[in-house]
């Protein structure tokens, strides 16, 4: 059974960074795409970043140059680096991953999640 965890949110204040971590464990996943969406409450889930498994990023527009995402596939970990936050950032973020290459587009996630990390970025 394919399990994600997510790691590394919490309280940040607006300007300030974080670092979330997502490792794949388990199942059958081989070479997933990885993917990161959130959700702020009372609003829908968004993209946010997705890396392929080589290593090809993208980016919701919110996201550009100010987040990171990166992976170490030798861990089967993926990593998103936040930087000068604001508190529009505040949300569940949330880990994703497929097999399928769809999922870097953002716009059709896979069928794996993480159970969320909160992201709180204070003014």
């Known amino acids: 059974q394919v399990q994600l965890a997510e790691s590394g949110g919490g309280l940040a204040q607006a300007g300030g960074s974080l670092r979330l971590s997502c490792i794949v464990s388990?199942?059958?996943?081989?070479?997933?795409?990885m993917g990161w969406f959130r959700q702020a409450l009372g609003q829908e889930r968004e993209f946010v970043a997705a890396i392929s498994w080589s290593g090809v990023p993208n980016y919701a527009d919110s996201a550009k140059g100010r987040f990171t995402i990166t992976r170490d596939n030798a861990k089967n970990t993926a990593y998103l680096q936040m930087n000068s936050l604001k508190p529009e950032d505040t949300a569940v973020y949330y880990c994703?991953?497929?097999?399928?290459?769809?999922?870097?587009?953002?716009?059709?996630?896979?069928?794996?999640w993480g159970q969320g990390t909160q992201v709180t970025v204070s003014s």
């Open positions: 388990g199942g059958t996943l081989r070479s997933p795409h």
């Open positions: 994703n991953a497929d097999s399928r290459k769809t999922v870097v587009a953002g716009s059709d996630p896979g069928p794996y």
